[in-house]
């Protein structure tokens, strides 16, 4: 039984990263073995087992092989015979493809060390044409690294769009994927090597270019939907199911840009509906967060002062001005007004 760190520790250990998270293969054992040095089993389609004191991941050496579309369609074989090369040949790219031995030697079966020296993603095997979700993660690694994609894995990854394989995405996997890579150093990239292989207009019709991207997730996903229709924004979602908190920005961004944009010569009054529409009294954190998607538009938003009406019209005293109305239009009406004041005192 022999056991190496794989994957992206070893990969990011080499770049001089810091390593956020360890994975480990075990060679020659069998899951008997493992539960009796104390590892709880934790896989479900393959044996994978947490370390008793670390609680680190420790998967049994395996090996995979295609056996139907999607990223379920795969048998998989793990056994006290597949070697440690077996295992890493069944990984998407050569950086992922390698690991490290307790003596600190690398083993680097398929180049994965000269492909980092030169900036370059290249598949470890035509088994990478099995799963579409890796073009995904090419894309993903491109943003991260910067590092170009090798023609011959390009070429792959536009064999597999054109067959039909990336039909058989699953949108939650697109999510997870396409949402890290939105959170890389550079965002464009991802998409440019989607662009490039053909998937792009297949999961992104509506996004016809990124912008420089920065912020949360829900910022930067927002910052896409900003120039879009309503419309668009929703079929965007819904293909890619967006969670939530995510769409919710977006959808704002997308409804009122346009007003946005014009709020530097918006009336006191114009103002207040813009701050009703974007629910921005009760929820003023996700108003900020539109704001700050609005300062990254080309040209910047000045949004001080929106924010200077917002402030206004918070300091309005509601409970004082209801204790003194006859009805709860008369309410509405005195603190609309009041706040309209407000607000152009402010400015």
Known sequence: MKVYL???AVRDELLGLPVKERDYVVVGATPEEMERLGYKPVGKDFPVFLHPQTHEEYALARTERKSGRGYKGFS????PD?????DLRRRDLTINAMAKADDGMIIDPFGGRGDLQAKRLRHVSEAFAEDPVRILRVARFAARFGFGVAPETMGLMKHMVDSGETDYLVPERVWQEFAKGLMEREPQRMYDVLEAAGLRPKLLPEVKSVPRLDGTLAQRFAQLAWPLKASEVEALCNRLKVPGEVRELARLAARNHVALRASRLATPLALLELLKRTDALR???????????ARRDVPIVDTARLEKALAAAKAVDAGAIAATAASPQETAGKIEAAR??????AL
């Open 6 to 8: 794989v994957g992206g």
């Open 283 to 293: 929820r003023p954190g996700r108003f900020q967060d539109l704001l700050a998607v």
């Open 76 to 79: 998989v074989q793990a056994s």
């Open 82 to 86: 597949v070697t440690l090369e077996d």
């Open 340 to 345: 309209v004041e407000a607000i152009k005192r």
